[in-house]
C-alpha cells in the first residue's frame, strides 16, 4: 500500500500543533457554584475536572437545600490527596466528590436531607463537614463517620 507521503507530513505538522489535553470544558449552568471552588489547592483550574453529573446533582442539592453550600475539597490531585490523608482510591481524584463544610446539626440534616433527595447516596459524616459522592465503582446507599 503506498501512502501520499506529503499528506502524511501536512496531518503530522498538524497534530503537532494541537494541545492535547485530558479534560473536557464543562458546559454547565450553576448558580450557586464557581468550578474554582472545587480546585486542587496544587493544580489551578483543576475544578474543571470535576463529573459534570455530579455538578448537577449537587446544584440541585443546594437549591433544594436554601443554605450556602461550601466546599472545603472537590477534584484532587494524587499528590494533594495524599498530603491530606485520603484515600488511595479516592472519588475525589475522579472528580466524584465534594467536602461540603457545615454550622451545626440543623445545617447538617438540610444538607444531607437534600443531597438524598437527588440521588447522591454515599455519604460521610465528620464533625465540619459532609463528604458526597456518586462514584458508581463503590457501595450505594451507604453512610460512614470520619473519627
Known sequence: MKFNTNILNSILNLLKGLKMTQTATIDLNL????????????EPKSGAKMDA?????LEKARTIAGCAFRIN?????????????GRY???HK????????YNGSGE??????????VGINR?????????ADTDNKKDSNVMWTYK
Do not use: C, W
Open 31 to 42: 448558580k450557586h457554584f464557581k468550578l474554582s471552588e472545587f480546585d486542587s489547592p496544587d
Open 53 to 57: 453529573k455530579f455538578l448537577e446533582k
Open 73 to 85: 475539597s472537590g477534584y484532587r490531585t494524587q499528590a494533594h490527596n495524599l498530603k491530606v490523608g
Open 89 to 91: 482510591g479516592s472519588s
Open 94 to 101: 475522579k472528580g466524584l466528590a465534594a467536602d461540603i463544610a
Open 108 to 117: 447538617r440534616y438540610i444538607i444531607l436531607n437534600s443531597l438524598m433527595k
Open 123 to 131: 455519604l460521610g459524616l465528620g464533625a465540619t463537614f459532609i463528604h
